[in-house]
């Protein structure tokens, strides 16, 4: 299969490219200087020549306070990008597998998760973006996966428990929010099944994260911790009221997927089980 991987420089697509090349895929690796997902004619030249059979959209603009101060910018990445992939898709003959994002939801489901039955209802730019950047996707192309994740960790990128563990190891003592929830994922189970989902061509909505019951930010942090052999009284809970940003954010967006049994593909590990293998590959 050739595969089109789009923002392949950050962390989703690098590994998404990577394992794809692993695995003998031929692989079309673009970062967004290489190809610009908003840029149509630029798309256009790239498939008549390329012709992929798959396209894995990694590329977004994912700065939450920055899509909602620059939201011409983040209505390009976010919706405008997918739509032309799709139609590119479309006039070619490839699928098209597009990241979405938890932020689609409002947050206001206490202590449950969200799963593709529920009501989306972003609340910031980034969000709103996403979501129009799913339908406007599926409503030009019948061959487009979305596939929903958030909390991602990985380590090709500056995300969350990176700057945890990286903050952690130079003894700094740390705040993180005790009631803020997601389910955590890891990059590389995310882009497996990335892949998967490609090599299926079960277009949809999937959410896609690793196992477990989801956790606060003060609980990933604090998992971190226990991994790296870091002391726990370094960390501090506290309340995402402690904090003013520029952009609304949900309270809870533990995902969970209803359509996996359907596609005969099996739950991704609990996200305890993947964390020691990223903190094991992060520089001491």
């Known amino acids: 299969m050739k595969i089109l991987v789009t923002g392949a420089g950050g962390m989703v697509g690098a590994e998404v490219a990577a394992i794809a090349k692993a695995a ?3 692989v079309l690796a673009r970062t967004h200087r290489q190809l610009d997902a908003t840029n149509d004619a630029q798309l256009g030249a790239f498939f008549m020549v390329a012709k992929p059979d798959a396209v894995i959209n990694c590329a977004a603009m994912t ?20 739509e032309l992939l799709a139609r590119h898709c479309r006039e070619s003959g490839a699928i098209l597998v597009t990241v979405s994002t938890d932020y689609v939801f ?3 489901k206490p202590d449950w998760f969200y799963t593709q039955k529920d009501a989306t209802n ?8 996403k979501l129009q950047g799913e339908q406007l996707a599926m409503a030009a192309h019948n061959r487009v996966v979305v596939a929903r994740s958030g909390w991602i ?3 090709n990128g500056r995300n969350f428990v990176a700057q945890v563990v990286e903050r952690g190891r130079r003894g700094e003592k740390l705040k993180a929010f005790n009631d803020s929830f997601g389910t955590p994922t890891y990059a590389p189970d995310l882009a497996r099944r990335l892949l998967e989902l490609a090599r299926r061509d079960l277009p949809g909505i999937y959410h896609v994260c690793n196992g477990g019951e989801g956790t606060s930010y003060f609980g990933f942090a604090k998992a971190a911790f226990e991994t790296a052999h870091l002391p726990i009284e370094n960390l501090e809970p506290v309340s995402v009221e402690t904090v003013k940003r520029p952009a609304p954010r949900p309270r809870n967006t533990r995902l969970r997927c209803l359509a996996l049994e359907a596609t005969g593909l099996k739950p991704l ?5 993947a964390l020691p293998d990223f903190v094991e590959g992060q520089p001491v």
């Open 24 to 26: 003998g895929e031929q």
């Open 63 to 82: 700065n939450v306070d920055a899509c909602q101060t620059d939201p011409r910018a983040s209505h390009a990445a976010n919706a405008l990008a997918p």
């Open 106 to 108: 409002d947050g206001e």
């Open 122 to 129: 972003p609340l910031s730019v980034y969000a709103k973006d």
């Open 153 to 155: 960790f990985g380590r």
């Open 269 to 273: 590990r609990h996200w305890t089980e």
